[in-house]
C-alpha cells in the first residue's frame, strides 16, 4: 500500500493528517488523550481527505521532556488497533523506538516516520530492513529538548543535503531500498525563522535524491513570527495553509498539517490551476 502512495506521490502533492496522541505537543495537546476521541478524529481527517493518517506518542516540540517507550505504546497502539480495520488509507507511525515501530507494524502500520533519521535507536534500520516498511527520514539538529538554544548554519541547505547524503548512504548500505525513503527537511526542528524559509524557497535541492520530499509546516510558531499573531498555535491555519501551498509549489510531494479539510480544498485549487 505505502509503496503506492509514494508512487502517488510523484503524480501529485498528498497531504499527511496529524494525530498527536500526547499531553504536550505544541497545538494539540491533551485533545486526543482519550481512544475513542482519538479514533473519532482519524475518521474525520480520512472522511476530509487525508492521504495519510500520523500517529504519534511524543510530543518532539521545541524543549519536549521524552517519555518512556511503554507510555508511548500505551498511547498509540490502542488506537493503531482500533483505527487500521476501518482505514483503508495508510498510517504512518511517528517514533524514533524500534520497539514501538515493530510492534505497530504488527498491528498494521504502514510506514515509519522517524525525526532522528535512524540515529537515536540502533536497532531501528533492522526494523525497517526486517519489515520492507517505508521510512521518513528528518533533518534535525541537536533533540528536541535542545534543538532551539541558538541554532546555526553557515549554510543551511547545504548541511541538510550533506546530511541526506549521508542518511541515505547508510540506508542504502544496510539494504533499504530507495523506492521506501521519504526525506523531510524539518522545518522548525533546530531552524531559525531564516532558516525555515530559505528551506521552503528551496527545495528544489532536495530533488536531486529523487525521492518525495515531505514538508510539516503546520501551525509552527515562525508562522506566528511572520504575523506578529500571538495567538494560539490554533490560530495560525491561514499561515499553514499558505505555506503548504508554497512548499508544493517549490517542489513538495507531501504536506503534514494539521489542518487537512482547509488543506485538501487549497490543494485541490492549487492542482486545477495547474491543471493536474
Do not use: W
Not at 497545538?27 to 486526543?32: A, E, F, I, P, V
Amino acid at each position: 500500500m505505502c509503496i503506492n502512495i509514494i508512487e502517488m506521490s510523484k503524480n501529485r502533492p498528498l497531504v499527511m493528517g496529524i494525530l498527536n496522541i500526547t499531553h504536550d505537543s505544541f497545538s494539540d495537546g491533551n485533545k486526543y488523550l482519550d481512544t475513542e476521541l482519538a479514533c473519532e478524529y482519524a475518521f474525520r481527517m480520512a472522511s476530509d481527505g487525508a492521504d495519510i493518517i500520523d500517529l504519534g506518542g511524543e510530543s518532539s516540540r521545541p524543549g519536549a521532556e521524552p517519555i518512556t517507550i511503554e507510555e508511548e505504546q500505551n498511547r498509540i497502539l490502542p488506537v493503531l488497533k482500533k483505527i487500521r480495520h476501518k482505514l483503508s488509507i495508510p498510517i504512518s507511525i511517528d517514533t524514533y523506538h524500534s520497539d514501538t515501530a515493530r510492534k505497530a507494524i504488527d498491528l498494521g502500520a504502514d510506514i515509519i516516520n522517524d525525526i532522528s533519521a535512524l540515529r537515536f535507536d540502533s536497532e531501528m534500520i533492522n526494523v525497517i530492513i526486517n519489515y520492507k516498511v517505508p521510512v521518513i527520514l528528518m533533518h534535525m539538529k541537536g533533540t528536541p529538548r535542545d534543538m532551539q538554544k541558538d541554532p546555526f548554519y553557515q549554510d543551511c541547505i547545504k548541511e541538510i543535503v550533506d546530511f541526506f547524503d549521508e542518511r541515505i548512504a547508510y540506508c542504502k548500505q544496510n539494504g533499504i531500498k530507495r523506492k521506501n525513503i521519504i526525506i523531510d527537511p524539518g522545518i522548525g526542528f533546530g531552524k531559525r525563522l531564516a532558516d525555515n524559509l530559505v528551506i521552503m524557497k528551496n527545495i528544489d535541492n532536495l530533488k536531486k535524491f529523487d525521492m518525495p520530499v515531505m514538508i510539516g509546516t503546520s501551525r509552527k510558531s515562525f508562522i506566528g513570527m511572520i504575523t506578529k499573531n500571538d495567538n494560539p498555535a490554533s490560530d495560525r491555519i491561514g499561515g499553514s495553509i499558505s505555506s503548504a501551498v508554497a512548499s508544493i509549489i517549490n517542489g513538495a510531494n507531501i504536506v503534514r498539517v494539521h489542518d487537512v479539510k482547509e488543506t485538501v480544498e487549497a490543494v485541490k485549487v492549487l492542482e486545477a490551476i495547474r491543471g493536474n
